[in-house]
């Protein structure tokens, strides 16, 4: 796998750059998981049984980027770009025929929306009401680094059954 330079957490500093260091940190690992495939590569479910595939992360993570910080966090009343389920999943996971361009587009639109959003925030301790549940933005920001971290642990998987490519 090419050598990807992915932006490090800071190892001293206050807990809004710590949170957005290392949610910074997932992201890029999950664009250097994806590196270097084909659409098909990217399209391939690896790890049987599983119809998981690097590209369904990658669109996962679009909608999750979406749901939490536009939808959740900030009230906005977007459209899903991979709405409906499939096979009892998420639509979005399933990345049969899917398009790497659109959903990597997707994904980069919503990060950099999430990361607009949390600029504009003055504390971590500000909260928002979501169906009848109270969320502050450290818990947002935690939650998608777990998000993130998870699905990484997917993505690795993934990529070293697809072209042996292990590694951070």
């Known amino acids: 796998m090419a050598s990807h330079s992915r932006p490090r957490p800071p190892h001293n500093a206050d807990e809004r750059a710590t949170l957005t260091g290392f949610l910074d940190h997932q992201r890029a690992t999950l664009a250097r998981k994806c590196e270097g495939l084909t659409p098909d590569q990217l399209r391939t479910p690896a790890v049987p049984p599983s119809g998981l595939s690097l590209l369904g992360l990658?669109?996962?993570?679009?909608?999750?980027?979406?749901s939490w910080f536009q939808v959740v966090w900030n009230g906005e009343r977007v459209t899903a770009h991979w709405p409906g389920k499939s096979h009892g999943t998420y639509a979005e996971f399933d990345a049969t025929g899917a398009d790497p361009d659109e959903a990597f587009t997707a994904w980069h639109t919503a990060c950099a929306r999430s990361r607009a959003l949390?600029?504009?925030?003055?504390?971590?301790?500000e909260t928002t009401h979501w169906r009848d549940e109270v969320f502050s933005l450290r818990y947002v920001l935690t939650h998608m680094i777990e998000e993130y971290a998870r699905h990484n642990g997917h993505a690795d998987l993934l990529r070293e059954r697809l072209d042996g490519a292990t590694g951070e």
Do not use: F
């Open 58 to 66: 990658v669109r996962h993570a679009a909608e999750v980027e979406r």
């Open 118 to 125: 949390v600029a504009a925030a003055t504390s971590l301790d």
